[in-house]
């Protein structure tokens, strides 16, 4: 059968939709998966997502990593699943959705795209990195000229070294730019290479140089590979609410492809 696909990205990050509200698509067939994202011999992608109908709220998104096997939350996926909502007559400006499980609320104002990240109780602090979970796990390292770091051998040896192991970890290394700036490159588990972006992945450097005092400000503005995206919250006790992402998603073309 032939299937219609989209193909977006939010800042560099891109991913293959499909429309699955009426579950025509074998969400089971990882090794389909990892085919449509093969930059040789599929469409190419980061990640996969469906857009999947819900009674409880306006939409159900299921993010699959490039490796074809169900991922963690990715907040540059959710940013371009809420566009393509949008695109197809979901909802209007506001929207509420769940992925892995959880409930997510975004919205869409001069085609800049808003995701309420999930909360963060803790920040672990460590010698020579910082540790957060934002819907992903991620490991940050601030360097002084981020431009110099190899991502993909040094990222490769955190990601499955100790602590993390089998189970592994994004590895995010940040440059301070300015007050409330920061450049960014991330080594992003299941792609297992750079990717120009990291929705999950700036989250979680936006609020470490927060609880590290590398910034006051509680809106920071950080620079990909792949485009600029914001990050605004509040301090809560030892951790983080009101997260929100901001950035672009747009939509790069449609197509089919045999399945």
Do not use: W
């Not at 159900?60 to 695109?87: Q, T, W």
């Not at 920061?182 to 588990?189: A, D």
């Amino acid at each position: 059968m032939n299937l219609d696909f989209f193909k977006y990205q939010g800042a560099g990050n891109d991913f293959v939709i499909v429309d699955n509200r009426e579950g025509i698509f074998p969400v089971d067939d990882f090794e389909l998966i990892k085919r449509i994202c093969d930059r040789k011999f599929g469409v190419g992608a980061d990640g996969f997502m469906t857009l999947e109908q819900s009674t409880e709220v306006d939409f159900e998104m299921k993010y699959y990593n490039a490796d074809g096997r169900p991922g963690s939350m990715c907040g540059n996926g959710g940013r371009c699943l809420v566009a393509f909502a949008k695109k197809r007559g979901v909802f209007k400006e506001k929207t509420t959705f769940i992925a892995i499980g959880e409930l997510y609320e975004a919205s869409i104002k001069n085609d800049l795209v808003s995701l309420k990240m999930m909360n963060v109780p803790s920040v672990e602090n460590k010698a020579n990195y910082v540790f957060i979970d934002t819907g992903s796990p991620h490991h940050i390292e601030f360097t002084e000229n981020v431009n110099d770091v190899d991502v993909l051998e040094l990222g490769r040896k955190i990601r499955y070294g100790a602590p993390y192991y089998e189970t592994g970890t994004n590895v995010n290394f940040v440059e301070q730019t300015g007050v409330d700036t920061f450049k960014v490159r991330t080594y992003e588990r299941g792609v297992e290479n750079e990717t120009l972006s990291c929705g999950t992945g700036v989250t979680a450097v936006a609020l470490a140089a927060y609880h590290l005092n590398k910034t006051r400000s509680e809106e920071v503005k950080i620079e990909t590979r792949g485009g600029s995206l914001k990050i605004s919250f509040e301090p809560e006790g030892t951790g983080f609410k009101n997260i929100v992402l901001t950035g672009p998603a747009t939509l790069v073309f449609e197509g089919q492809i045999e399945i």
